[in-house]
């Protein structure tokens, strides 16, 4: 298979390329008098990079000065200053402070210490620090800052527990700052302790054993390790207990056959239907329970799903677990219950756009005509170009996919202030110099994070058009798409390198639509791209794949190192999306799940019963696969629409979706 579940521009690696982008006028000056020549200060760069990923503060100092004057010393001087931060001083971070001042290292670097202010508990000073923070986007800073506030007297503990109590239990990790603000909470009884087993729950349910540990150490250290032998054993642990009679057991109980429904969803329904626990445990226990086994078993595609979660009645549930039963009503056919799922989500959930099209979807199933009202103002809240879901609604509202057209282009003076903007010059410069996670989080910091509700429309417009006329073209992608009103859809899918795709997918009959949305989505067009998997290229070819199919096209002369050239990535590329697609009897959803999971999760994938296109893509279990599926055909529209000229719908491309038919011929075992 090729991408295997890691791609996307998050996780990947470039090539350097030289660099081309002149110094910033107003980077702030360095204390030498030459700057560092751009080679010799492009080889530093990369090896205080790899000095910072080793922690290895002594040549990282010793390496800054070659870097002096460059437009890049900001960064230099954060990996500096950063590997040592914990012994820094306050003086020295104050003085990179007010030297990198209005830079995103600048900001970055604050970020970095608040954390260590948190863990300090200096809380004037975090107070000071923090209000100065502009990206304001961690979690734990809200949380030591929340603890400040109130330690200091500017805020009650029941002004903060609101707060830290969503922060911490959205948490994905067990970090200590919203885990001390979460304990003094609970022992200031502003925050109740079952707080701390919801937050062990949701880490036992999700596999992190590290969360629900740390959530019950705050309770009492020596329950710890009752909770590890429940998570690491849960069949045991719940055949030795006869009773539990205690708050304390029937949680970890409770805990207990969590684990067991991520091992094993029935056999954790069968132990939760024993009378001791239907006896024993409260009914807000038990709703957990019956949630955890109905969410795994969606997740198989069990028919079980729906039956486990209507034990769980209404109570309250998070809403990851009733989203897979609104799946699973999907999947059933049941518009009942998945609009009932969906109505009890949170709102800002149930506004997002796949939510908001199935809701309108259960309304309009109703036949009722004030149903069939709301569903349409539902659709109409989202219709557009830009997703799946919005594509689907405009189809519902009789509107095909027609693009808009193009805004007006930036002035001479809009060009002018873009370009002088010193931090998206900085990462144009990491970027071409094969700093491309550097670059990458400078460049968004300073369209998204450095000001309010970042940069306007008509300046995110030249900037997307300055990254397209440089060939960065996932910041071309991503900086255009956050425009609202302004939609460009020649920025938002480009389509370089056009004869050259055009020619490989018309020669084996494929459609160069599919071919640019799958490549949008796989590399968002970063030619020499490559993943942490190993997949390579525009199309994200991992090696065994593009061994196996050079010889399968009769590509002899074909070498590992040519992966990342362009002609050789899209044409062993496309050859195998056309045998992919070939093998899943031209089911584009298919093949697409299958280019990213492997064939042989979207063979399995397709058992059961037949389905709409959109209601099996719903239910894919890898959430990754699932938005790939998504992405990949609604950016096919787009650019069918693009390359054609003419209206498209998505509909057209998605059809149904069940098991092999007994007259289709046997399935590839051998596609990688």
Not at 160 to 185: D, K, N, S, Y
Not at 593 to 598: D, I, K, T
Request: a positive charge; hydrophobic letters at 45%; glycine letters at 6%.
């Amino acid at each position: 298979m090729l991408a295997a579940l890691a791609l996307g521009t998050a996780g990947l690696v470039v090539q350097p390329a030289r660099a081309t982008v002149s110094p910033p006028a107003s980077a702030a000056p360095s204390a030498s008098t030459q700057a560092a020549a751009p080679d010799a200060a492009r080889a530093a760069l990369l090896e205080m990079r790899a000095a910072f990923q080793k922690g290895d503060a002594s040549r990282l100092a010793a390496l800054l000065p070659r870097v002096a004057g460059d437009p890049l010393e900001p960064l230099a001087a954060y990996w500096t200053l950063r590997a040592r931060l914990e012994r820094a001083s306050a003086e020295e971070v104050q003085a990179f402070l007010a030297r990198w001042r209005d830079t995103y290292w600048e900001d970055r670097l604050r970020n970095d210490w608040l954390l260590v202010l948190g863990q300090r508990q200096a809380w004037e000073a975090l107070l000071r620090e923090a209000a100065a923070f502009r990206m304001n986007d961690d979690a734990e800073v809200r949380c030591y800052t929340a603890l400040a506030r109130w330690a200091t007297g500017r805020a009650s503990a029941a002004d903060i527990a609101p707060e830290v109590r969503q922060a911490w239990l959205t948490q994905r990790q067990a970090m200590p700052g919203c885990a001390a603000a979460a304990q003094r909470l609970i022992e200031a009884g502003a925050l109740p302790r079952d707080v701390a087993w919801q937050r062990a729950r949701l880490g036992v349910e999700a596999g992190r054993l590290a969360v629900a540990t740390q959530a019950v150490g705050l309770l009492d250290p020596e329950w710890v390790p009752l909770v590890e032998r429940a998570y690491a054993a849960p069949q045991r642990y719940l055949d030795d207990k006869l009773t539990a009679v205690r708050h304390r057991t029937k949680e970890i109980v409770t805990l207990a056959l969590i684990r067991l429904a991520t091992v094993n969803p029935a056999e954790a329904a069968a132990e939760a239907a024993h009378l001791r626990w239907r006896a024993q445990l409260t009914d807000e226990e038990r709703a957990w329970v019956w949630g955890a086994i109905g969410k795994r078993a969606a997740q198989r595609l069990s028919d079980e799903a729906l039956a486990y979660f209507a034990r769980a009645a209404d109570a309250p549930l998070p809403d990851e677990w009733r989203v897979w039963q609104a799946r699973a009503a999907l999947r059933a056919g049941d518009w009942t219950t998945v609009r009932r799922a969906i109505e009890a989500l949170d709102e800002p959930r149930r506004r997002e756009p796949v939510w908001t099209y199935w809701l309108a979807r259960a309304l309009a199933a109703s036949g009722r005509a004030d149903d069939a009202a709301a569903a349409r103002s539902l659709y109409e809240r989202i219709a557009g170009s830009g997703g799946f879901y919005e594509q689907l609604a405009a189809e519902a509202l009789g509107r095909p996919l027609a693009l808009p057209p193009a805004p007006p282009p930036p002035t001479a003076a809009e060009r002018a202030a873009v370009r002088a903007n010193a931090g998206l010059q900085r990462a144009l410069r990491a970027i071409d110099i094969g700093l491309r996670t550097e670059g990458v989080r400078e460049w968004h910091y300073e369209i998204a994070l450095h000001r309010p509700g970042g940069l306007g429309e008509r300046e995110l417009l030249a900037a997307a058009e300055w990254a397209c006329e440089r060939g960065v073209w996932d910041r071309c992608i991503n900086t255009s798409t956050r425009t609202r009103d302004a939609v460009h859809i020649g920025q938002r899918y480009p389509t370089p390198l056009r004869e050259l795709v055009t020619k490989h997918a018309q020669a084996i009959g494929l459609d160069p639509a599919y071919v640019y949305g799958l490549i949008r989505q796989e590399s968002r067009f970063v030619m020499d791209a490559r993943s942490h998997v190993g997949a390579s290229g525009l199309m994200q070819v991992m090696p065994a794949t593009a061994r196996w199919t050079a010889r399968k096209i009769g590509l002899t002369s074909f070498e590992p190192d040519q992966i990342t050239d362009p002609d050789t990535n899209v044409r062993i590329g496309t050859a195998y999306l056309k045998l992919v697609l070939d093998d899943f009897e031209g089911s584009m959803a298919l093949a697409a799940a299958a280019y990213n999971a492997g064939p042989g999760r979207a063979r399995q994938w397709r058992q059961g019963p037949t389905l709409e296109a959109a209601v099996w893509i719903e239910n894919i279990p890898f959430d990754e696969t699932r938005d790939y599926v998504k992405q990949v055909l609604a950016n096919t529209t787009v650019y069918a629409a693009i390359l054609s000229g003419e209206p498209q719908r998505l509909s057209t491309r998605l059809g149904r979706i069940g098991p092999r038919l007994a007259t289709a011929r046997a399935p590839d075992t051998e596609l990688p």
